[in-house]
């Protein structure tokens, strides 16, 4: 059986309807035993005055209660259309209907203080755009002009080194003299790949192998030190759609990374897991970790504390990870070491299949 709806405006109206109608019977059965003439005119009187004060009713219910509930109608419509300057302007009344005003003005401003955000940061993303388009054009710049100069340097020097005898002095010379030209060439290669990044070529495979390669690598900076690079695979893993390079790179970053942060000896792990759609990867590091005035700086492009280092790793890094559909994210604490997060999906986005567990 439906449900019997009545209206507002009717709802305060009835109980009093009810209670008029009431006095009303109880006055005609008292009005019986008097004389004719008496009756009348006080019939006439409680009739006159219950229309009044059901007039009077009607008239403060519209203007209390139907006229803030059609303004509020009309400012949630203008809501509606993008308006976020419409405010209900009974909120300023002791009542549920105030509170009920107060609330709407509080939700518009919240709304419109999120769009001032969101718009900030499309600023923000736009700057940023442009500012990489001009570093692409100077990063090819920078790679006609001098890439090319460089490798014929390098070349003499090569030369050079070997008509050196092994006992001269300047051998020394030589071999910082090859160094410092391989750190140039090496920040021109991290610009360029930063400034004109290649796109992923995804691959369904296992993430697990991707990880044990990129730990071989490391562990060839680290045969001489007291460092231990421990792999914690997950066997259950599903395999993940990603450009294993690039992935391999991401985690050869951050293991160089952590074998850098550790002074003398020390443990650097890397352990795999599912989470959701989601694998995650998380390397830690028992190292001197990093000072939190630097945290909110590290993924910006450049931003480096090591004196040989361009500042380009970790940004690189967060990029292949976002352009694999993941997110990464640090924890650190001086003198405990840090701890680098990533995940990134099992499946592209847009692909119908889910994978699971």
Not at 139 to 165: F, K, M, Q
């Amino acid at each position: 059986m439906p449900e019997l709806r009545i209206r507002w405006l009717l709802k305060p109206v009835l109980p009093v309807a009810g209670v008029l109608l009431l006095g009303v019977i109880v006055f005609l059965w008292v009005t019986l035993s008097l004389g004719e003439p008496e009756r009348r005119g006080i019939l006439a009187v409680a009739a006159g005055g219950a229309v009044v004060i059901c007039g009077v009713m009607l008239v403060a219910l519209v203007a209390l209660i139907q006229r803030p509930m059609l303004e509020l109608q009309e400012k949630i419509a203008r809501l509606r259309e993008g308006d976020l300057t419409a405010t209900a302007s009974f909120a300023g009344r002791n009542d549920e209907l105030g509170e009920l005003g107060r609330n709407f003005n509080e939700m518009v401003r919240q709304l419109r203080e999120s769009q001032e955000a969101t718009h900030r940061a499309h600023r923000a993303e736009i700057s940023r755009a442009e500012h990489l388009a001009t570093l692409g054009e100077l990063a090819t710049g920078l790679a006609h002009e001098i890439r090319n100069p460089l490798a014929g340097i390098a070349g003499v020097l090569e030369v050079l080194g070997g008509e050196l005898p092994e006992s001269s002095p300047s051998r020394e010379i030589w071999k910082e003299v090859r160094q410092e030209i391989g750190q140039i060439q090496k920040i021109l290669t991290d610009l360029l790949e930063y400034a004109r990044p290649r796109p992923p070529q995804f691959q369904r495979g296992d993430l697990n192998a991707t990880a044990e390669q990129a730990v071989r690598l490391a562990q060839q900076q680290v045969l001489s030190r007291p460092i231990r690079i421990e792999l914690g695979k997950a066997p259950e893993l599903l395999p993940v759609e990603h450009d294993a390079a690039q992935i391999q790179q991401v985690l050869l970053n951050l293991l160089l990374n952590a074998v850098q942060a550790i002074a003398e000896a020390g443990t650097i792990e890397i352990r795999l897991e599912a989470s959701g759609p989601f694998a995650v990867v998380r390397v830690s590091d028992t190292g001197r970790g990093i000072d939190p005035a630097h945290l909110p700086n590290i993924f910006r492009p450049f931003f480096t504390t090591k004196g040989k280092g361009t500042g380009l790793g970790l940004s690189l890094a967060q990029r292949i990870v976002e352009d694999h559909g993941g997110r990464i994210e640090v924890t650190s604490a001086p003198g405990r070491g840090s701890c680098f997060t990533f995940r990134i999906p099992f499946q592209k986005a847009g692909e119908t299949e889910t994978s699971s567990r």
